[in-house]
């Protein structure tokens, strides 16, 4: 029955069947993340990094009315200028399935793709959350819910910092989704290193974080993982000017009725304006170090699974 909704990418196949180490790709930050052709570029290149850590990316979307697990160039490529390309969540799946038409997919509809291909490792650049005036909109990503229930582990550089990042690990807390910095005891902030906010647990490297998740799901604790990593120190922006960009930006999406899914890459998109391109500049260095970590930890993690 899955076959009719979902093709998988033959090296893609190959791999999940002999057990060896798959990485899974969002594509939202190829058609609504980035501008291009940063976005092609940084995709791309986000592949050669896992592949030369021994893994196989597996960059996941819908086009065609098809869940596709495992792009090629030339789809790559075309997810990065189309405009017909709606932004997947769960709740999305069905009918952009069922209409025949183009997807790219959010980390929780990612999540959700790479459990049912048998992927364990998902990279992204930061997850979604508890957006800033909750108490009010109650807007919360569905991404905090599918970390809940969903068996993937997600590397990412903490939650994007032009949300609540606080109601956003206490949203994490109460759902019982174990955040782990990467040689970190501070959840990091997506473009800066630090938020003020504590992980519950520290790892120094891949192999004792691909113990704890093997434990984990062996357990039968159902849900993801949030593998909170860094920006590199040499590319973190100053939180300063970091921070203002995303004053200056929640006003004018306030000030435009901006709401629901199409909130974060409107403000992305303003704090690169207005720090002149430096802030996607660091987005595109903290996707890179998410691979190289989301590779190694792929890889660690398929050796325990063979033991």
């Known amino acids: 029955m899955m076959e009719k909704y979902m093709d998988i990418k033959e090296d893609v ?11 899974a790709l969002e594509s939202t930050i190829i058609s609504h993340g980035m501008p291009y052709p940063q976005n092609v570029k940084t ?76 992927i364990k490792v998902f990279v992204t650049g930061g997850i979604g959350g508890v957006h800033r005036g909750a108490e009010k909109t109650f807007d919360i990503s569905a991404d905090l819910q599918e970390l809940a229930r969903t068996n993937v582990a997600v590397v990412c550089a903490g939650a994007k910092s032009i949300l609540d990042l606080g109601l956003t690990l206490e949203y994490l807390e ?20 630090k938020s003020g906010f504590s992980v519950d647990y520290k790892v120094e490297d891949e192999l004792e974080l691909a113990k704890a998740i093997k434990t984990k799901w062996d357990l039968g604790l159902d849900g993801g993982i949030v593998v909170a990593n860094p920006i590199p120190k040499k590319y973190e922006m100053d939180s300063n000017i970091i921070d203002k960009a995303i004053e200056v930006a929640l006003k004018e999406a306030e000030t435009k009725g901006i709401k629901g899914k199409e909130v974060t890459p409107f403000l992305l998109d303003k704090v690169k304006d207005i720090t002149k391109g430096k802030s996607l500049e660091s987005n595109i260095e903290l996707v890179y170090n998410n691979a190289l970590v989301g590779a190694n930890l792929a890889v660690e ?5 063979r033991i």
């Not at 196949?13 to 990485?23: F, Q, R």
């Not at 209409?99 to 291909?117: C, E, H």
């Open 301 to 305: 993690l398929e050796k325990l699974y």
């Open 174 to 193: 109460t759902f019982g989704v174990p955040v782990v910095g990467f040689k970190t005891h501070e959840f990091p902030a997506f473009f800066t290193r």
């Open 43 to 118: 995709a791309l290149e986000v592949e050669n990094i896992i592949r030369d850590r021994g893994a196989i990316p597996a960059t996941i979307a819908i086009l065609g009315g098809k869940i596709k697990v495992g792009l090629n160039e030339e789809d790559i490529g075309y997810l990065g200028k189309a405009k017909d390309v709606y932004k997947v969540s769960r709740r999305d799946l069905p009918f952009i399935l069922s209409k025949g038409v183009n997807g790219a997919t959010t980390v929780a509809s990612t999540m959700i793709i790479a459990n049912l291909a048998g």
């Open 13 to 23: 196949k190959k791999a999940i069947e002999e057990g060896k180490p798959v990485v």
